[in-house]
């Protein structure tokens, strides 16, 4: 892959993020994707922050945009090279103060095939 198609790839995440849209979302990563996340950590203390595969994947954000049905991101920085991309972007929720959020998707061959959030 390439920075652009990399770009591209961030590009339909926070699509698929912003509509909810659950299927779409996991079409962009592997079959054994792994996700890493601090709220993950702290929702599902037995995982350590990882899920691994799509059907923990999509168990992790249907239940996150069930709880917050409001939720969006804004990208505020997006940088990539041939082999992953780290992105900034704000999150919000409905009654919730705005969080700013950094993230790295690892990409191969045109798939996620590993993500780690980081905020406080």
Do not use: C
């Amino acid at each position: 892959m390439n920075v652009k198609e990399n770009l591209l790839i961030a590009q339909r995440w926070f699509d698929a993020f912003n509509e909810q849209d659950l299927e779409k979302l996991l079409l962009l990563y592997s079959d054994t994707a792994q996700h890493y996340s601090p709220k993950l950590k702290i929702r599902q203390p037995d995982t350590n922050g990882y899920v691994t595969g799509k059907a923990a994947l999509r168990a992790w954000w249907r239940d996150a945009f069930e709880r917050l049905p409001s939720l969006k991101y804004t990208p505020t920085t997006l940088t990539a090279d041939d082999q992953r991309v780290f992105m900034e972007y704000k999150r919000y929720v409905h009654n919730e103060p705005e969080m700013l959020v950094a993230e790295v998707l690892d990409i191969t061959d045109g798939l996620i095939v590993a993500s780690r959030v980081y905020h406080g």
